[in-house]
């Protein structure tokens, strides 16, 4: 899965046609790695997903229907399943939101009928396994996500909490959003672990000793919002600096 930069007409047409002699060229060598490990890529669960732009996508359907790897024809498809969690062409997550809410209030549901038989500590060890585990799996790929998308997960998250406390209860989604970037970027940061996140982060060197030297703020690239380079410096910049100069994750309430 390869999403293209923000190009059009012949230029988009070039890039298609460099990404995909890439892969071609990467063909051998991901052939040889299947056979030496003992696989062979299935046709049938096997397929390919293509990332972008609306104005991108159309072109680009027009131009490729499957895409060749290791001498098998891939379809290319409109959304892919990848560890739990549903990729869709413009990565909105809308698909993944809808999954997650409809398996969260079918528990919840569930719990209801049951709640008057359960003490308020089991009904929360139900709702924690079974409700609050899907929605916080993976759940800061949904960083910078459309609003019509948390607000779908604010209600299951409301929804718990009333049928667990039965009293009307509301939290932030986007707050526990925005805390658990704070926590990854902080963990990055410190361990640089894993790599492929960790070189997203660079500490903003000023060309002169300014009053903020001292504060480990994070350069932000001009790209896409919701990527991490972008969110996770914009979100670490923000914080006061008690918790960016702090030496420890006590000081985000983290166990």
Known sequence: ?????NVS???????LQDTLEYMYSERRKIMMWYM???L???PDKSEELMSGTANQLHTVSSTVTSVSVAVVALPVANQMEVLGVVLDQRLTFKKQVIVVARSCNYHAQAIRHIRHLLTTELATTLACSLILNRLDYCNLLL?????????????VQNNTATIILQAL????AWTLLRH???VMTYKVRTTAIPTYLSRHLTLRQPARTL???DVPLLIKPFTRKRAFRHSAPTVWNSLPRSITNCDSLQCLNVD
């Open 1 to 5: 899965m390869r999403s293209a930069p």
């Open 9 to 15: 007409g012949s230029s988009l047409f070039e890039l």
């Open 36 to 38: 030496q490990n003992g």
């Open 40 to 42: 062979q890529l299935n």
């Open 143 to 155: 960083h910078g996500a459309p609003t019509s998308s948390i607000r779908k997960l604010q209600r």
């Open 169 to 172: 209860r509301r939290s932030d």
């Open 180 to 182: 658990k970037l704070t």
């Open 211 to 213: 009053r903020a030297s």
